[in-house]
Each structure stands twice: as structure tokens, then as C-alpha cells.
């Protein structure tokens, strides 16, 4: 019995650092496009300015 719940308590282990990998992984994308997405930003208002003068 107790063999049993040491490799459930492994499996559960394992699925629950592949969740916590995952999340890590979706943060770290949002992040990097918020950057992206600031540094365009940034860029299209640059050049607007030096059509405008």
C-alpha cells in the first residue's frame, strides 16, 4: 500500500511541475509581447513626429 502511494504522490509530483513549467512558460510570452508591443509602439510614435515636422 504505502509503494503505491509513493509513486501516486511521484505522478503527482511530476504533473504538478509540468503546470508550474507551463505557467513560467505563458508568463514569460506575455511579457516578452508586452515588450514587443511597447518597443512598436514607441517606433510608430517616432516616426509620426518626424513626418508632423
Same mark, same amino acid.
Given at each position: ?5 509513493l509513486y501516486? !504522490?511521484?505522478?503527482?509530483?511530476? =504533473?504538478?511541475? %509540468? ?8 508568463? !514569460?510570452?506575455?511579457?516578452?509581447m =508586452?515588450?514587443? %508591443?511597447?518597443?512598436r ?13
Amino acid at each position: 500500500m504505502g509503494q503505491k502511494v509513493l509513486y501516486a !504522490l511521484e505522478i503527482m509530483g511530476k =504533473g504538478m511541475g %509540468s503546470i508550474f513549467a507551463v505557467i513560467i512558460l505563458i508568463t !514569460l510570452i506575455v511579457l516578452l509581447m =508586452g515588450k514587443i %508591443s511597447e518597443i512598436r509602439s514607441k517606433k510608430k510614435s517616432q516616426d509620426n513626429s518626424a513626418e508632423q515636422s
